[in-house]
């Protein structure tokens, strides 16, 4: 890793569809170096894959939440990935701060929030459930 893969990661953080030829001429390097770059991150697993990033407002997600899970230790990893199964929860990660689990939760409304975190609650082994409601995202 150098300068130039730095500036490529940080260029396509910002913009996953940005040309070869737009990161070529901020670099000063031809389309070519810049294909066989972003070629060798892939190889090497710094780049893991494209993805987009989704306003939920915008398509109808009016109640946004993350949720602090706290479980049972035996029960700790059925839980993880039964959360991963539920389309309302968009990211699970593993935590080592104030909760075991944080989830992240796409509702309609807070009616469906609601009855999402009822079904979190009801997952065998599950002992507490500690939502955040997202009023603005700023980053």
């Not at 294909?35 to 398509?59: A, D, M, S, V």
């Not at 009016?62 to 990893?77: E, Q, R, Y």
């Not at 309302?88 to 807070?110: E, L, N, P, R, Y």
Request: glycine share 6%.
């Amino acid at each position: 890793m150098d300068k130039k893969d730095e500036t490529i990661l940080d260029m396509l953080s910002k913009n996953a569809r940005i040309s070869y030829s737009k990161i070529a001429n901020k670099l000063g390097v031809s389309e070519a170096a810049v294909r066989k770059r972003i070629k060798k991150l892939e190889e090497k697993g710094i780049i893991e894959g494209y993805t987009i990033k989704i306003n939920p407002e915008k398509i109808g997600y009016k109640s946004i939440a993350h949720v602090g899970i706290d479980t049972n230790p035996a029960h700790f990893l059925k839980i993880a990935c039964r959360l991963t199964e539920m389309d309302t929860v968009k990211c699970v990660a593993i935590t080592s701060g104030g909760h075991m689990i944080m989830a992240d939760v796409w509702a309609k409304d807070s009616k469906e929030l609601n009855d999402i975190l009822n079904a979190i609650k009801k997952i065998d082994g599950v002992i507490a459930i500690n939502p955040s409601i997202i009023l603005e995202k700023l980053k």
